[in-house]
């Protein structure tokens, strides 16, 4: 994403096409870096550089943690403690900060949250955690101001696609799916969100996000821009 498609997002239209709520995932969508974050850390372990997601992807048991670190089973201590012997390393204090070290936050969305919310629209975050101590990745990133709802899996104890926790966002919003927006990098989340009507975007890496939810939502060029 560029400078120039953040510009286009600094002052918004009266109708926003009829939609009142704009709904972000974190990982993928607020951040950028992400897995160069990760090789960086398996290259400074001498790991192959695809070691964390082979262990949090692919071995049953690392899946396994990783979903009760999700949904709030298990704290991310535990996780940290339980995952590093998957990983081959000895050390699993702060495990998850250290291979998070490298994440950026993905500056042209956090603005279009802002503008968004600017212009009145209701702006929520709906996440997937994955533990908030000793290391709280939205901190991290600077985001928790953004929000005027946030709807985190360790405290609702269900995660996404659970049909539910859409539900959850919405009623918090106080909106219907309809009336939303919601971003997703993970193509498995987006149906049980088109179900409640939501209309859908998927952030797919290609640069062009930020540009197509401003459009959605009826977000015009700032005078000058």
Same mark, same amino acid.
Request: with cysteine; proline share 5%; net charge negative.
């Given at each position: 994403?560029?400078?120039?498609?953040?510009?286009?997002?600094?002052?918004?239209?009266?109708?926003?096409?009829?939609?009142?709520?704009?709904?972000?995932?974190?990982?993928?969508?607020?951040?950028?870096?992400?897995?160069?974050?990760?090789?960086?850390?398996?290259?400074?372990?001498?790991?192959? &550089?695809?070691?964390?997601?082979?262990?949090?992807?692919?071995?049953?048991?690392?899946?396994?943690?990783?979903?009760?670190?999700?949904?709030?089973?298990?704290?991310?201590?535990? %996780?940290?403690?339980?995952?590093?012997?998957?990983?081959?390393?000895?050390?699993?204090?702060?495990?998850?900060?250290?291979? %998070?070290?490298?994440?950026?936050?993905?500056?042209?969305?956090?603005?279009?949250?802002?503008?968004?919310?600017?212009?009145?629209?209701?702006?929520?975050?709906?996440?997937?955690?994955?533990?908030?101590?000793?290391?709280?990745?939205?901190?991290?990133?600077?985001?928790?101001?953004?929000?005027?709802?946030?709807?985190?899996?360790?405290?609702?104890?269900?995660?996404?696609?659970?049909?539910?926790?859409?539900?959850?966002?919405?009623?918090?919003?106080?909106?219907?799916?309809?009336?939303?927006?919601?971003?997703?990098?993970?193509?498995?989340?987006?149906? &049980?969100?088109?179900?409640?009507?939501?209309?859908?975007?998927?952030?797919?890496?290609?640069?062009?996000?930020?540009?197509?939810?401003?459009?959605?939502?009826?977000?015009?060029?700032?005078?000058?821009?």
């Amino acid at each position: 994403m560029t400078e120039g498609v953040a510009a286009v997002v600094a002052r918004s239209s009266d109708e926003h096409n009829g939609y009142r709520g704009l709904i972000l995932d974190f990982a993928g969508v607020l951040t950028t870096g992400v897995l160069e974050s990760q090789q960086a850390w398996a290259e400074h372990h001498n790991l192959a &550089p695809g070691a964390w997601r082979a262990a949090l992807n692919d071995d049953p048991e690392g899946r396994r943690l990783y979903a009760a670190l999700e949904v709030g089973e298990i704290s991310q201590v535990e %996780w940290n403690a339980s995952t590093a012997p998957l990983l081959g390393v000895q050390d699993g204090a702060n495990l998850m900060g250290r291979a %998070w070290a490298g994440v950026q936050p993905a500056l042209d969305m956090i603005k279009l949250a802002r503008a968004a919310r600017t212009a009145g629209l209701t702006v929520a975050m709906l996440s997937n955690s994955f533990g908030l101590e000793p290391f709280d990745p939205y901190a991290h990133v600077g985001v928790w101001d953004l929000f005027d709802v946030t709807v985190i899996s360790e405290h609702e104890r269900i995660a996404k696609p659970h049909p539910e926790i859409y539900q959850r966002c919405l009623d918090r919003m106080g909106l219907r799916g309809e009336q939303c927006v919601f971003v997703d990098d993970h193509l498995g989340n987006l149906p &049980p969100a088109e179900a409640l009507g939501i209309t859908t975007v998927h952030a797919d890496g290609q640069g062009d996000t930020v540009a197509r939810v401003a459009e959605l939502l009826g977000l015009v060029p700032a005078a000058g821009s």
